[in-house]
């Protein structure tokens, strides 16, 4: 019997990043697995590292309707080419895409993965028009996948799918954690030369921000937070890790107070991000929408405490008062306090950041997500072939 082929498709090459040695682990459990998204890197050397076969197909993230018919005829030809028993679609563009051209070939699993909901943050006819995408892309797919229990919650809440199509692998997560890769005590001197680097003092208390630079990211409330933290703590200082972008800028007076204060260190987009959790003591995520963030993971298997909105995603990573704090969506004050309580109690953060490396290595090592996706996979195959 023929191994079952899967192809797996995203937008962005930089989606790729969810797949990390899960594509070889998916070949070793029988699977001839297929990888489709845009050209480019990281998800191009992923793929071949994993000897697994490459799709490149452009896709544009907006929406382009021409562009988007040109996407979605090539689509249609890499599946008569390589004719799947299985497709897993994410991310927004290429879960409308993919689901499309998988109905249209007949494609017999057509599994549709939602990471977030990009249209809880928007309003008026762009978010109609957002609900309508997902409804009809859900309809289009013959099982819903969510990364997460509160964006599962979501997706029922919104009535974009029957209850009975929509799961959740494990505890969530697209892709896991290896928990040895992300090892605090291996990465203490790296942490220690990027704080030398920056010009952050070897013991400098660090509040450490990773993500996109964007209002949805509620980088607005975090500089409300830091104007206040910088006063009560003359020796802190806050270490971000990522792009600005200029979708969704931050507003210039929060801009500039970022650009200019001299306690404020932002080291761009950087591929190899755990010499930056080393160098912190604690990470702020006061974001406004998530499917299940990656970045709170990753920072808890690092032994960190984290303070997060109290939003569906964020409540399935943190346990409130126990691994991190969770606080009110837009509440910069209430951010500042929770942060200040670990700036001042150093012994109560360190153990909620190493209970948050207990919960993450129970709940989000790879093994057990990978074993998970596996197992949904092997569930939609068999639910086919007994049709």
Request: proline share 7%.
């Amino acid at each position: 019997m023929e191994p079952p082929r899967l192809l797996i498709a995203v937008t962005s090459p930089m989606s790729g990043l969810f797949f990390q040695g899960q594509l070889a682990w998916l070949q070793a459990q029988g699977f001839e697995v297929h990888f489709l998204c845009a050209p480019g890197q990281p998800a191009e050397a992923i793929v071949a590292g994993q000897h697994a076969i490459f799709h490149p197909v452009v896709m544009q993230r907006g929406l382009s309707p021409w562009n988007d018919l040109a996407s979605l005829w090539r689509i249609v030809r890499v599946l008569r080419r390589v004719r799947p028993h299985l497709v897993n679609a994410g991310t927004p563009k290429a879960g409308m895409l993919v689901m499309l051209a998988a109905w249209l070939c007949r494609v017999p699993v057509r599994i549709y993965t939602i990471h977030g909901l990009r249209f809880e943050t928007v309003t008026g006819p762009v978010r109609a028009l957002l609900v309508t995408i997902e409804r009809v892309v859900c309809r289009l797919a013959n099982r819903v996948i969510c990364v997460g229990p509160g964006l599962r919650g979501l997706v029922l809440a919104h009535r974009l799918c029957p209850a009975a199509k929509v799961a959740v692998p494990a505890a969530g997560s697209a892709n896991g954690i290896d928990l040895e890769a992300f090892a605090r005590p291996a990465w203490l001197p790296s942490g220690l030369a990027l704080r030398s680097a920056l010009g952050i003092p070897g013991d400098a208390p660090v509040v450490g921000f990773v993500g996109r630079l964007v209002r949805d990211k509620g980088v607005g409330e975090l500089v409300q937070a830091w104007r206040g933290l910088r006063e009560r703590f003359p020796a802190v200082h806050l270490l971000i890790v990522g792009d600005v972008e200029t979708g969704d800028p931050v507003l210039g007076d929060d801009h500039e107070t970022l650009r200019t204060d001299p306690r404020v260190h932002i080291t761009g987009f950087i591929s190899e991000v755990r010499p930056a959790y080393a160098a912190m003591q604690m990470l702020v995520l006061p974001t406004y929408r998530e499917g299940l963030p990656t970045v709170l993971l990753e920072a808890g298997a690092m032994g960190l405490p984290a303070v997060a909105s109290d939003i569906p995603g964020c409540r399935d990573v943190i346990t409130d008062g126990m691994t991190g704090a969770l606080v009110a969506i837009h509440d910069a004050r209430a951010l500042e306090n929770a942060l200040a309580r670990y700036l001042s109690e150093p012994e109560f953060a360190a153990g909620h950041g190493a209970a948050a490396r207990r919960q993450v290595t129970s709940l989000f090592a790879r093994e057990v997500v990978w074993r998970a996706w596996s197992e949904c996979y092997r569930a939609a195959v068999a639910s086919w072939t007994r049709r």
